[in-house]
C-alpha cells in the first residue's frame, strides 16, 4: 500500500511538555488510529501495515513495536540489555512474539483515536517538560485505557520495528544514573495517579526476573577471557547501581510527596 509523505506541522496548543504536544496532535488527526514515534527514530519498512492490521480485532485499542538503539559509535560495553529502557528502547526481557503487555513503548505506539478521546488523552500531570527526565506519561495513558475497560488489549508486535538514535550524552554512566532515578520517581507519581498494583506490575516481575536472570548471566560471564570477564564484571555493577539509584528515585518522590488526607 502507498501512504503520502506529506508532513503537517501543527504548534501545541495545550499545556507545555510532551503530553500537551501528544494531544495537540491526537486533536489535530483526522483518522481512526494515531501512531506516535521520535523525531529521532527511523520507522522500519512496513511499519504502518504492520500496526494497522491487528486492529481488525476490535478489542484492541492500542498496538506498539520495538525499537532498537543506534549509539553514536560501538554500543558501551558496561550498558546492559536489561536496561535499554533509558535510551527509550526495548530492553532484554521483553515478549519475543505477539502480547498483550501493559503499555506500549512510547517511540513505537498507537491507538485508536475514539479510545483516547474517551479517556481524556495524555495527562499534563506527568511526564516530560522541556529537559527534565520525567517520564510514564505513555505508560499512565496506557493504565487508564485498560481500567476504563475490562476487555480493552494494548498489543506487542515485536516486528514493528524503529530504528532510536542514542546521543552522545545518553550513553554516559552520569545519564544512566539520572536516567534510573527519574524512572523511580516518576514510577512513585504514577502509583498515586492509577494505583501501585497497576503502575508497578510489569516492574514487579523486572525485579523479580529479567535482572536475577541478568545477573546470573553476568556471574556466569566472570568465568570467560579476561576481556570478557571484565566486561561482564561492569555489566553487573551497572545492575546494581542501575536498580538502586531507581529504587531511591521512588523512595525520594514517597519522602517528599504531600501527605494524602
Sequence with gaps: MQYESLATVVPNTNKQGL????????EAASRSVVAFVDDDAQVESGWLDGLRRHYRDPAVVGVGGSAYPVWPGARPSWFPREFDWVVGCSHRGLPVDVSPVRNLLGCNMSFRRSALTQV?????????VGATLVRCDETELCIRLKQSSNVSRLLLDPRIVVRHWVSNDRATVMYFLKRCFFEGLSKHR???MVGSSD????????VATILPIALARGLTGTMSARGERLEHLAQITALVIGLTATAGG???SLLHSPIQR
Design 19 to 26: 503530553c500537551g504536544a501528544r494531544n495537540s496532535g491526537v
Design 120 to 128: 481524556g488523552g495524555f495527562s499534563t500531570k506527568i511526564g516530560q
Design 190 to 192: 504514577l502509583s498515586t
Design 199 to 206: 503502575a508497578l506490575s510489569a516492574e514487579r516481575s523486572y
Design 250 to 252: 521512588y523512595i525520594y
